[in-house]
């Protein structure tokens, strides 16, 4: 009895693969990487954003960013499109202040097998006619966001980044 035991608990040990936990390491969906300019600079300045509040117009809460030059979001992975609103001081507690952008990132999805354990990612690339719209601004000073440039395309990592901003 203890030899059958022995034999199941050796071929149990063999029967495992290094892929069945998916290592915290593994590149999974990648988000969008924006940096932020300052629009005024005659050279590309990086420019931080302060109070900064990310948020998909269907939720009541989003992302804050305070301080940085650059930020990741996540693109949806079930639709070809993305909608965000990006709030100029929208992470403080004044809303009197908030100055509100939206921008509608438009996509196509390619699922890759990642590994048993981890699953699928979804890698995505924006669209070459129409990547970012930009649309009206909410309030009647206009919009803060002045310009934006696809740096790259091809969202498979977040190590580069895929978008400037201009404001």
Not at 106 to 132: D, H, M, Q, W
Not at 140 to 150: E, M, V
């Amino acid at each position: 009895m203890k030899k059958i035991f022995l034999l199941l608990f050796v071929f149990s040990l063999l029967g495992c693969e290094k892929d069945d936990i998916c290592d915290a390491t593994t590149p999974t969906t990648p988000r969008l990487v924006i940096e932020f300019y300052d629009f005024t600079a005659s050279t590309e300045t990086l420019k931080s954003v302060t109070n900064l509040g990310v948020i998909d117009p269907n939720f009541t809460t989003g992302i804050s960013f305070n301080g940085v030059n650059k930020i990741q979001v996540p693109l949806k992975t079930t639709e070809d499109t993305t909608t965000l609103r990006f709030i100029q001081n929208g992470s403080d507690t004044d809303a009197t202040n908030d100055n509100e952008d939206i921008l509608q990132f438009n996509y196509s999805r390619n699922e890759v097998y990642v590994s048993r354990a981890c699953g699928f990612k979804t890698l995505f690339t924006l669209n070459a006619t129409n990547p970012i719209i930009q649309i009206e601004p909410a309030v009647a000073d206009g919009a803060w966001i002045k310009n934006i440039s696809i740096v790259k395309a091809n969202l498979e990592n977040e190590n580069e980044v895929h978008v400037k901003i201009f404001f």
